[in-house]
């Protein structure tokens, strides 16, 4: 694939991830791949806008050229350090040790300590500009989208947004812009991202998008490091960041189970009817064999969790326990949730599940609800009793 021109003068220089299944250490699935988005900048300066993860670097520079020699850049702004957007930076480096390293403060420490270049670096903040002929960049700090040293840089006379991780989504595909792929997919992948990277961040969210409203600055498209360029309706995704970070939620319910004999599954399934007789949109999700991603992906506008486990040692089951770790970093605040699950001669999985989910910041319903060995008529009962009561919170 060539390079693709965003706007006359502006082009997307990335490269396009279709084997990975996995991102950062393995915690999440990305089953339809990722793309490392890089801009260039021609005017009578020329700026790399991010780059691409190192092993794509081929890519990157091979679209470069198409446009001009790498050695003519004159800056390198780096909007985030993690490596999957700054791994060729040192490449672009070494073939244009003169270029200037354009990044927060933050990003010039991390930088230095990935990849201990003698760079010529210019610390920006927000307001600060760099004049590169008709075009300006403009540079926004954004600390803790997600990283310490995240920085959003605008070009004015484009009305164009290049915030890097922020507004992105892990998506491979042959198109570049929104208007161009199913806008469900798109959506999917983009409330997964926010869902499993950015949801305990809400408060700084919410806080950053309401400083750009407020600046009054104009946006005709945002261009993120991954997935598609929002060229159409650009704020759509801004009012859906918005909702996600206000913890907006609907009548929606979560139930993730693990089972070791079948008796906690059976007790999902009639808890689960309960909901949906009363017409509750319910999702049933086993744990080990749904990836976690796509879990908590759909727990980020439901109202109420259900988490149910099997007691082994006194405890719930191990797969179940590395998901709520997962869960509990995201912090899910204010989600009504329960715990739920069969045990034989001893009890344990219920109480620790109701803990962890207290540290989540959930509204946990105690004490849950625990059966012994197979659940029998009664206990089943017990089950849709137990649902009616959290319907009632739910209402």
């Known amino acids: ?29 990305t089953r339809r791949g990722t793309t ?3 801009y260039l900048i021609v005017d009578d300066k020329i700026a790399l806008i991010d ?5 794509f670097y081929q ?15 004159d800056y390198m702004v780096v909007n985030h350090i993690e490596t999957d957007h700054s791994g060729a930076v040192p490449i672009i480096m ?58 959003f840089t ?21 198109k570049r812009f929104n208007d161009e792929v199913d806008e469900t997919i798109i959506m999917d992948e983009a409330s997964k991202y926010y869902a499993n990277i950015l949801w305990p961040l809400g408060a700084v969210i919410k806080k ?16 993120p490091s991954h997935g598609v360029i929002w060229r159409k309706n650009p704020l759509k995704i801004v009012e859906a960041y918005l909702n996600w970070a206000s913890n907006e939620t609907k009548d929606k319910v979560i139930i993730a189970y693990e089972t070791m004999w079948g008796a906690t599954r059976k007790m999902a399934q009639a808890i689960s009817e309960t909901f949906m007789e009363k017409g509750i949109e319910t999702l049933i999700y086993s744990i080990p064999d749904t990836d976690r991603t796509d879990i908590i992906a759909d727990m980020l506008d439901a109202k109420a969790i259900l988490i149910g486990s099997s007691t ?24 009504i949730a329960a715990a739920f699950g069969s045990h034989g001669w001893a009890g344990g999985a219920v109480g620790g599940i109701n803990e962890v989910l207290k540290k989540a910041g959930c509204l946990v319903v105690e004490p849950g609800l625990e059966v012994k060995y197979t659940p029998n008529e009664e206990d089943l009962a017990s089950c849709r009793r137990f649902a009616e009561g959290i319907i009632k919170k739910i209402k």
Request: proline share 5%; with cysteine; net charge neutral.
């Open 1 to 29: 694939m060539k390079a693709i021109e965003v706007v006359k003068g502006i082009y997307w220089v990335g490269a396009i991830d279709w084997d990975i299944r996995t991102f950062h250490g393995h915690t999440y699935e």
């Open 59 to 73: 890519e990157m520079l091979d679209r470069i050229k198409e446009i001009v020699d790498p050695k003519k850049i």
């Open 208 to 223: 950053k998008i309401q400083e750009i409203i407020d600046s009054q600055i104009k946006i005709d498209m945002i261009a």
């Open 51 to 55: 780059a691409v993860y190192g092993p």
């Open 94 to 151: 070494e073939l244009q040790p003169k270029a200037k390293v354009v990044c927060s403060a933050k990003g010039k420490e991390g930088l230095i300590r990935h990849y201990y270049g003698n760079w010529d670096f210019q610390v920006v903040k927000t307001g600060d500009t760099v004049k590169l002929g008709k075009r300006t960049l403009r540079f926004i700090e954004a600390p803790m989208i997600h990283w310490p040293d995240s920085m």
């Open 312 to 335: 082994h040692d006194n405890d719930m089951l191990p797969n179940t326990a590395g998901f709520l770790e997962f869960l509990k970093g995201l912090q899910p605040k204010g989600r």
């Open 36 to 38: 490392y988005n890089a």
């Open 154 to 174: 605008y070009i004015p006379e484009d009305s164009l947004l290049l915030p890097n991780d922020a507004f992105g989504q892990h998506l491979a595909t042959s």
